[in-house]
């Protein structure tokens, strides 16, 4: 009698230690997928960062303004702008949203880009001249010596 029950806990400690490693390798797959998840997270994040137009004049709009923040160009030809916004939709201002708006003299334009995306857009300006742009959606808009730009037409 006692004999069978030693017997039925050896069997029992040997299931014990035969379900642990398939545990354990269990526990390692899901490490490695919530891992490979937010690398890939990242990683697609940034890639949708990279400008869509290699062409296009590359400019960056956060909260720390435009960069560039001076654009040069010359009368009659168009220019065209990949305008890029890496904040996220948790800026408390504007909810990250930010424009690039050219009202005076040249053009009426107001180009909207949302969080974490970007926007190509294509003008021509026709007169020579120093224009003013800047953004109205965050941070006190025009009046934040930041959100300004001056594209120079010559
Ligand atoms: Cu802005």
């Given amino acids: 009698m006692s004999r069978s029950k030693k017997h039925k806990g050896k069997m029992l400690k040997e299931k014990q230690t035969k379900k642990l490693p398939y545990m354990s390798i269990l526990f390692m797959v899901i490490v490695i997928a919530i891992f490979s998840g937010a690398i890939y997270l990242i990683m697609s994040k940034s890639a949708s960062l990279d400008p869509v137009d290699k062409d296009a004049i590359k400019m960056t709009i956060t909260m720390a303004g435009f960069e560039p923040n001076i654009i040069r160009a010359k009368a009659g030809q168009p220019v065209t702008i990949n305008l890029i916004n890496p904040d996220n939709s948790h800026h408390t201002d504007g909810g990250g949203v930010h424009n690039f708006m050219l009202t005076a003299g040249l053009a009426n334009m107001n180009i909207t880009v949302q969080p974490e995306s970007q926007k190509v857009f294509t003008f ?31």
């Fill in 124 to 154: 021509t300006p026709t007169q020579k001249g120093e224009y003013h742009w800047y953004c109205d959606s965050c941070c006190g808009g025009r009046e934040n010596p930041s959100m300004h730009g001056t594209l120079i037409v010559a």
